[in-house]
Each structure stands twice: as C-alpha cells, then as structure tokens.
C-alpha cells in the first residue's frame, strides 16, 4: 500500500502524545466520517481474521436545512457540515467582527469540515449558528451564518474521566459502552472541558503507534505548545503499547486499545461532543 507524505505531515502537526520518530511512519488515505449506527464489537474478529481498518464511509445519515435548526440540548445536539469558506464573527449579524475564515476541508484528513453546534439566534431575518473552533484557546467559538451549512442532529457524546481513566459512549444519555485509556501524565495533562471530535482519520497502519484510527478533537494541550513538530493538539486514538492502557503516560492524547477505538468510531461522527472531567 502507497503512503502518503501529506498526510504523515497533518498527523505529525496535530498529534501531542506521539514522538516524532512514530510520526514519520504515519500514513493514511484521507478519510472522513464513520457510520453513525452501532456495528459489532470489534473485538469479536475470528483469530486470523484481518484487522486492518477500511475507509470510513462517507455520512449517510439525513442533513437538514437551516430552518430545521433547534438550540442544542443535553441530550441532542446539531452537527454543522460546512459547504463553502465562509467568515466567523464574534457575535452574530454581519456587524460582527469576522476573526477567523473557514475552509470547507479538514486540514487533517482533507474530508468534510463537521462543527458541533452551541447555539442559534436569527438576526434580522437571517439565521446564525454558533460552532465550535478547533483552535486556540480551549473552547474558542464564532458565529456565522446558518445557510453556509448543512445540519444533522445526533443523540451520542462521549464523556472521558480522567481519574478513573475511563471513555463513555452514550446515547439519548443513556450508556452504549465503557472503555479503559490512557491519560496525560501530571506533567503534561488532558485538558478538562467540553470539546468535539473534528476529524475521524484511518492511519492505514494498525501497528502504528497511533494505532488504526485518529481522532482529533477541538482541544489543544494546556502544558505544551508544540510537540514533535505539531502544534499541541490533543486527540484520541489507538496504540502500539497496549499494556500502558489504564495509566497516565501520555502527553495530553487519549489512548485506547485499537478493538475499542474502532468501535467507538462506529458509535460517533465529527462533531460529537467530548466532555473531559477530573
């Protein structure tokens, strides 16, 4: 299988918890997100069976226009799939102060570009979402204008507990699956707080150290600025040291094993919410 350089290079700028000697061996085919229903435990291949991970397919699950828009909940929230560049502003209305101008493809994986929506407000007759960035600092969100986007909405979040180093799916609040991670060390934390998962990317290796999957969320390292030539953005993803799972020795990344990353990724989309909590 041919690697690609690009995106060895979007992987090394965004993973914090991966040397950089790992990250020259990355390598996937751009990909977006997975199915949105539940699929078997992946953990249940048959011994021999291969467990390389296929391309995610593309969404399938019903876009709804801006009109359909509702003001998230705890238990649904709305996933923004942008479709052209378009300007964000500090508060919503065209008065607003535009500070950052979306692209419509991810800079990791090069797929769609999917935001979860915090919030919604009509102004003067025209409709204006809140997203949430990926960027500087933890939590950064702007406003822009809802017919830039299509909407989905969704019942799952993900809830990380760093004391007990443990990752929860759920659903409609409801627990689908619980599994064991690996945290950030004392020196070099997981940040805590409300995030997104932005991107769900193949590595096209699962003896990677990455593992067979990358998800890099809208949270950035707290203690690093940089790591291994990225910019210290922190994501969960697989591993090529399974018996470090359950302790903290990351630098900010969220582990797991690779039958449960693969699973995860079958029960969320871009744009799902990550709450981080102590």
Request: aromatic letters at 4%.
């Amino acid at each position: 299988m041919r690697r690609s350089p690009i995106i060895t290079v979007a992987v090394a700028a965004m993973a914090i918890a991966v040397p950089a000697a790992a990250l020259a061996q990355e390598a996937a085919p751009p990909a977006t997100d997975p199915a949105a229903q539940p699929a078997p435990d992946p953990a249940a291949t048959p011994p021999g069976a291969s467990t390389t991970p296929t391309t995610p397919a593309t969404p399938t699950w019903p876009e709804l226009p801006p009109t359909r828009l509702k003001v998230p909940t705890v238990r649904t929230s709305w996933v923004a799939r942008l479709l052209v560049t378009t300007p964000v502003r500090r508060q919503p209305g065209r008065g607003g102060k535009a500070f950052k101008l979306l692209q419509p493809i991810a800079p990791l994986g090069a797929g769609p570009v999917w935001l979860e929506v915090r919030g919604v407000k009509d102004v003067r007759g025209v409709r204006w979402v809140k997203v949430l960035l990926p960027q500087r600092p933890n939590g950064t969100a702007g406003w822009a204008p809802a017919d830039s986007f299509t909407f989905t909405q969704i019942h799952s979040r993900v809830e990380i507990d760093l004391s007990d180093r443990r990752l929860t799916v759920l659903r409609k609040g409801k627990r689908l699956a619980r599994f064991s991670i690996a945290v950030g060390t004392p020196a070099t934390p997981s940040p805590t707080g409300t995030f997104a998962i932005a991107e769900v990317i193949p590595t096209g290796d699962p003896k990677a150290f990455l593992g067979p999957l990358v998800m890099p969320l809208t949270a950035f390292s707290n203690a690093l600025n940089e790591y291994a030539g990225g910019n210290g953005r922190v994501a969960i993803h697989g591993t090529s040291a399974p018996e470090l799972i359950g302790q903290a020795v990351s630098h900010g990344c969220i582990r797991m094993n690779n039958a449960d990353i693969r699973r995860v990724s079958r029960l969320v989309v871009p744009g799902t919410r990550v709450v981080i909590h102590q």
